[in-house]
Nanobody, 117 residues
Framework: QVQLVESGGGLVQPGGSLRLSCAAS????????MGWYRQAPGKQRELVAS???????NYANSVKGRFTISIDGAKNTVYLQMNSLKSEDTAVYYC???????????WGQGTQVTVSS
């Protein structure tokens, strides 16, 4: 079973940038897509970015134009470059493989992103 380890979160001022990484313990090159999710306090977990095996990306409207998802198949690592961060981006960020029934792998511990002055 593939395990996912997220890293790269932290405290950043509004307008700042962070790059998140998600390292998978096994190969992820055969999954249809990988995605980044986030869960803010008191809210449900939401998918904010995904990238397909073909490299097609999709973004939630709230992050479009500010976030960029990428994948390094050789390293089994997924990245999320986050620019122009806003306070409403504050959340715990997770990666996983989105499937019609939910997500493919067990959830990792996530990485906390806090945007505050």
């Amino acid at each position: 079973q593939v395990q996912l380890v997220e890293s790269g979160g932290g405290l950043v001022q509004p307008g700042g940038s962070l790059r998140l990484s998600c390292a998978a313990s096994g190969s992820i090159v055969r999954v249809y897509a990988m995605g980044w999710y986030r869960q803010a306090p008191g809210k449900q977990r939401e998918l904010v970015a995904s990238i397909s095996r073909a490299g097609i990306t999709n973004y939630a409207n709230s992050v479009k134009g500010r976030f960029t998802i990428s994948i390094d198949g050789a390293k089994n690592t997924v990245y999320l470059q986050m620019n122009s961060l806003k306070s409403e981006d504050t959340a715990v960020y997770y990666c996983n493989a989105p499937v019609p029934t939910g997500s493919l792998y067990p959830w990792g511990q996530g990485t906390q992103v806090t945007v505050s002055s």
